[in-house]
């Protein structure tokens, strides 16, 4: 006789987003995996319609506060090309010096507040304080300066409206980027020493496999957050025009989120995998925190995103630095101007959790068409598949405590953005 049991897990803490998971489990063997999205569809993609392209840069940043900063470049980069607007140097650095900001906002914020604590076996980072608190004080302090760097180039700390078509409204002064570039510096030994903190961590392996892992290759040779080609990390590399026949999306009846496939199976985004495809251009400190941490483990292992998020802290301080000092070399640049009213753009940037597409058509100043993908979207259906190893894993070696705590951390590894909350994970036993 079959034994029936539920397990059920309110909430689901610590990821950014109303989502759940649910596991059912059938004479001790998987049945079925789902990470349900529960939030409603927001329909961006046809609020934009109609729109000029000024409009739809406002509005799009409005899916995700987190990543406000991350949407509003990419979607800059399609309504430019769209636009035939071609920006000068200094403003593209700008532009980097803008992202840098929120990727050491994020991955601060998950490194620290979200992911830590699994591993150091604490509830939340306020239980850490007790042991950690230098830890936990200069975390506060790196997010605070990510903080500031955002709101100096968007123009204030969430949706701001200072990146605009052709460059910004207002740039920081020569006193202003002196003072960034000298807490970038004052924060590196901190991320130096984040690095040493998880190197003496032991990752469990329950849930690994192998995947695919797919990022935006920069069109330079250094490392970056940009690009206009898809790298993948079975060799292969696609225009960033042709997205749509190698990231394919679909949905699911389980989920409001669509899904994503490369050849018909799940694959990865985020700092895993762009450190994965990238690490060998990494340089300084970041490539001394790779060398560190990175292992062969990393291609079956989604916990070591939790790492890769803490070599690109590294790298970004580094980065800033060096964005900054070029800046203070070049003039403050002129507002790029269209030179048409129609016409196709495809932008891509890696946004904190990995690649960010938005592709808009213009026809007379107006939007005909946009499509963005999300990588929450492209990495969804690898979440399942890894909570679904784990959970055949930890059942055939009969691993039963913290079972829910287990499938938890692969979810928040992942660092999803849904939106701003959290609901539930059920394991259902029958």
Known sequence: MSKTKRIEIEPLARVEGHGGIRVEIKDNKVQKVEVRILEGPRLFET????????????????????????????ALRGLEKALGITVPEATHLYRELMHHGEML??????????????????????????????????????????????????GRMIHGENPILGGFGRLPDRKTLLQLKEEAEGFLPFAMETIDLL????????????????????????????????????????????????????????SFAKRSRYQDEPFTVGAIARVLNLGDRLKGKAREARDKLMNDRW???????????????????????SVIDRLLELEQPDLARPTRQSGVGIGGVEAPRGILIHHYEIENGLTTHADIITPTAMFLDDVEAFIWKASETLLAKNQLDNFELHLEMIARAFDPCIS???????VEFK
Not at 51 to 72: F, M, Q, W, Y
Not at 120 to 136: Q, T
Not at 299 to 321: C, G, H, K, T
Not at 420 to 426: D, G, I, N, P, R
């Open 199 to 254: 190197a003496g961590l032991e990752i469990p392996d329950y849930m690994e496999r192998e995947t695919k892992f797919l990022c935006l290759k920069p069109p330079h040779d250094e490392y970056g957050y940009y690009g206009d080609v898809l790298l993948v990390s079975d060799g292969k590399e696609y225009p960033l025009d042709d997205y749509k026949s190698v990231i394919v999306e679909r949905v699911v009846s389980h």
């Open 105 to 154: 906002e994020s991955h601060s914020l998950h490194v620290f507040f979200l992911a830590l604590p699994d591993f150091l076996g604490y509830d939340n980072a306020v239980a850490m304080a007790e042991k950690y608190g230098d830890v936990v004080t200069k975390a506060l302090a790196l997010k605070k300066f990510a903080n500031k760097v955002m709101r100096i180039m968007g």
């Open 420 to 426: 701003c909350s959290a609901h539930l994970v059920s």
């Open 47 to 74: 609020l934009v319609l109609g729109k000029t392209p000024e409009e739809d840069l406002s509005i799009v940043p409005r899916i995700c506060a987190i990543c406000n900063l991350s949407h509003k470049f990419a």
């Open 299 to 321: 291609y079956r292992n989604p916990l070591y995103n939790n790492f890769a998020q803490a070599i690109e802290m590294v790298y970004s301080l580094e980065d800033m630095v």
